[in-house]
């Protein structure tokens, strides 16, 4: 299996442009697929000095719906126009950061709704044998506290975002499987109980942000990033993460995990 990651925020191959956003390259026994698309076209023009060409990807999956995951769909989609396209329905609402300066809206483009690849779902969906999709994710373990700054705009105003419309891929490989997820804005460890639920088991691997990033921590907020690395350091699971977890927090999380948590940066491979 091949697993590129083609934006991240983080400089790493030379060559490669980095921006606030995520996406990943896979390919696998049957597909070749995106996950997440960043924020901007760039994540195209990575992929080119990587080698990889994006007409040959069927499928793409949008983790969420925000828009530094999903701002190079458009671009994409003129160049390919025969890859499916992945979404929860509830990622194409009104998604906003609130801030001291006031609010900003941080969902997709809505053109991307009328695009004709696109398929809407409403909760889990197994696409074949490879890949699946989950939600349903209800657990409030460690939940990352500015998440409280993201709402969603619907008739009543402004209200807190549930990430009702955050979903996770699952791919399996033979007996491997391996767990996806854009920034765990429902918590790492509450996805990790719903895949349990699931699955069975604990992913061979993971690939996320972690979402917890901050430009102050808390006793309390340090205490929570070392006690999620504490039960990950349980798990047989090797982790991938970057974008939105922090310098510091993957720091405080390396002491505890060591060679099971890696972090990811801009261009590079992820080698299984």
Do not use: W
Request: charged share 25%.
């Amino acid at each position: 299996m091949i697993i590129l990651n083609l934006m991240e925020d983080t400089p790493g191959r030379e060559g490669c442009l980095k921006e606030h956003g995520l996406s990943f390259y896979i390919e696998t026994d049957k597909h070749k697929l995106l996950m997440d698309t960043g924020a901007t076209d760039a994540f195209l023009k990575n992929a080119k000095v990587l080698g990889v060409d994006l007409g040959q990807v069927d499928t793409v999956i949008l983790s969420h719906g925000h828009y530094d995951h999903s701002g190079g769909i458009l671009p994409f989609a003129e160049r390919n126009t025969a890859a499916r396209i992945y979404m929860q329905r509830s990622a194409g609402a009104d998604y906003y950061s609130i801030r001291d300066s006031g609010e900003t809206y941080i969902g997709i483009d809505k053109r991307i709704l009328t695009l004709p690849q696109v398929e809407m779902l409403d909760g889990d969906c197994r696409m074949d044998e490879e890949l699946s999709l989950f939600t349903g994710i209800t657990g409030r373990r460690f939940r990352a506290k500015s998440n409280l700054r993201l709402k969603r705009r619907d008739g009543n105003g402004l209200m807190q975002d549930d990430f009702a419309h955050e979903q996770c891929l699952v791919i399996t490989q033979g007996e491997r499987r391996m767990l996806l997820s854009g920034c765990a804005h429902n918590g790492i460890l509450n996805i990790l109980d719903r895949y349990q639920e699931l699955y069975g088991k604990a992913p061979d691997v993971v690939i996320s942000g972690f979402h917890m990033i901050q430009k102050e921590y808390a006793a309390e907020d340090i205490e929570a990033i070392r006690s999620t690395a504490r039960e990950l350091s349980r798990l047989n699971t090797l982790f991938y993460t970057g974008h939105c977890t922090g310098k510091e927090a993957y720091g405080m999380m390396k002491e505890i995990m060591g060679e099971q948590l890696e972090e990811i940066h801009c261009g590079e491979a992820i080698t299984l």
